[in-house]
């Protein structure tokens, strides 16, 4: 493999001589072309396990601590079970997976991530190379993989939409293969890949409605098929263990659902808050795709309107952004950036089918160079800092705030712990994400509860909490945390907590930086002789 990218740079000099002219880089365009063809899989290889590599380290060196969502879902993995209050099971038991086999680290969450964006831009190439029998085309769809928005969270950091997006671009793959030559493999393989998306996400669901209206438009001889709906039958048969589980728990993960979408509101939404939230909504799909190729999109659409191939690709990227903009009409809160991003997985092929037809490949790489330039600014901001332009992109903006001093919050708390002359205490939260972190930065300790006094349900709600407790001469350390730009004097402690304990309690305060300035502050209590606390939520 080293002796064809030696043979490829030599190749290169001899033909373009150093001379940075018009000809020249049309002569390398070719070279780079033609030698791709002529060595598809080893580029393939060298490109994306270089990606693999470069994730790797960015995990193991890049000082970004997991995400709440993802502390909260290797929380899950830890309390294996059918499924959970807001999402199928799939993460929490890749994640049980992941730290068995790598043991306990934020590189045994973030793996799962980095193999399935691996995973998401082999099949997007072989989806391309069968689309059109073209290995150039497919080999730049792979690539471009990397500087879609809406993939770039995927293929680093773990959350559901990792498993979510490649399932989904396995099902439209293995899907058009079933459609194609209706062989019995590709229709078993297009179930299991939507099945496995269902307990991935049940966003995935949407996939079914998607294929039927394709092959309405577009080939509807394939809707007298028997072996698409026993496709679609089999891979309902993945939601029974779904199914059971909400049985059990009178189907809160079906209200929850329910919720979310708006309908059970009946909190008033003015009609200037509707239109607010549907330019939001419209301008975060915008950046998901990456407005940088947004004359691309349009002009693939007017030159491919007619293709059978390009519809199966834009139709569901079309219908899942016009039902979620729906969406953010009813809901009060608009709909959620990422909701929609799961039909945008043929997008990529769409594009590289375009650019590589009507020769835009040298625009699109200074396109893509561009894109992935804005990501590592917003993912650096100490290079603005450096350069004296950090106010435009100041910490409390930052992407990666969030991600930013759990582990030595985490210390803190346990040294506090270790502060402690018994073994009769817990440690408690009105918050999911801080006790989430802390749960997974203090493991293998245990202790660590969730304190809901009236947010919304979540998983915690579920399991047993500090009720187990009660008046048994239990002290309680309880964990305030606050995102503020400056640093806040302590604040006071809740009255229904204050009532849980005895009057006299030991405060503590922990301030985290990014980038030289406060972002959060930990408000600590130490409380002696729990009695009860009454926990509610308010909502699904």
Request: charged share 15%; hydrophobic share 45%.
């Amino acid at each position: 493999m080293l002796n064809f990218v030696l043979h490829f740079f030599i190749k290169i000099v001899n033909e373009i001589k150093f001379f940075p002219t018009e000809r020249h880089i049309n002569i390398y365009c070719q070279v780079v072309k033609k030698f791709i063809e002529n060595n598809t899989v080893g580029c393939l290889l060298i490109v994306h396990f270089l990606a693999v590599l470069i994730r790797c380290l960015i995990v193991l060196y890049g000082n970004i601590n997991l995400h709440t969502e993802e502390a909260q879902y290797w929380t899950w993995s830890q309390h294996l079970d059918w499924s959970y209050y807001s999402k199928p099971p799939v993460v929490a038991y890749l994640n049980h997976f992941s730290e068995w086999l790598f043991g306990h680290s934020e590189f045994s969450v973030r793996i799962n991530a980095i193999l399935l964006g691996f995973g998401t831009t082999i099949v997007t190439y072989l989806f391309t190379k069968e689309l059109f029998k073209d290995k150039f085309k497919a080999f730049i769809a792979s690539l471009l993989v990397y500087v879609m928005p809406f993939y770039l969270n995927s293929g680093l950091f773990f959350s559901t939409d990792a498993p979510l997006l490649f399932f989904a671009i396995l099902a439209m793959y293995l899907g058009w293969m079933a459609i194609t030559y209706n062989n019995w493999k590709y229709w078993v393989g297009f179930s299991i890949a939507l099945g496995l998306g269902y307990l991935s996400k049940y966003a995935m669901l949407f996939f079914v409605p998607f294929t039927l209206l394709y092959l309405f438009f577009a080939q509807r001889k394939v809707l007298a098929n028997n072996r698409l709906y026993l496709s679609f039958l089999l891979s309902f048969v993945f939601l029974l263990p779904v199914l059971i589980w909400n049985f059990k728990y009178d189907f809160i993960g079906f209200k929850h659902l329910i919720h979310l979408s708006g309908a059970t509101s009946e909190v008033p939404n003015p009609f200037s808050r509707r239109i607010l939230k549907l330019a939001e909504y419209i301008g975060g799909q915008l950046a998901m795709i990456s407005p940088l190729f947004l004359v691309f999109y349009f002009n693939a659409f007017r030159k491919y309107k007619t293709d059978k191939k390009i519809l199966y690709l834009w139709l569901p990227a079309l219908i899942g952004f016009a039902l979620f903009a729906v969406v953010a009409l009813i809901r009060r809160g608009g709909a959620n950036v990422n909701w929609v991003m799961f039909s945008y997985v043929g997008l990529p092929i769409l594009l590289a089918h375009y650019i590589v037809d009507a020769k835009k490949l040298k625009v699109s790489v200074l396109l893509s160079l561009v894109s992935l330039g804005i990501v590592i600014l917003l993912t650096n901001g100490s290079i603005l800092d450096k350069t004296g332009v950090g106010k435009i992109y100041p910490p409390k903006a930052d992407a990666l705030k969030k991600m930013k001093g759990w582990q030595e919050a985490a210390n803190f708390i346990d040294s506090i712990e270790k502060l402690q002359n018994t073994n009769n205490y817990f440690v408690f939260s009105d918050s999911y994400h801080t006790t989430s972190e802390l749960r997974f930065y203090n493991y293998p300790q245990k202790g660590y509860y969730y304190a809901n006094r009236g947010n919304r349900m979540t998983q915690f709600d579920l399991w047993k909490s500090i009720e187990q407790f009660e008046n048994q001469g239990y002290s309680g350390i309880f964990i305030s945390k606050k995102y503020t730009p400056n640093i806040e004097e302590p604040q006071q402690l809740p009255p229904d907590i204050a009532k849980a304990f005895d009057t006299d309690f030991e405060y503590y305060t922990h301030i985290t930086y990014h980038r030289g300035s406060p972002i959060a502050q930990y408000h600590i209590y130490v409380l002696h002789n729990f009695k009860s606390l009454q926990t509610h939520t308010n909502n699904y």
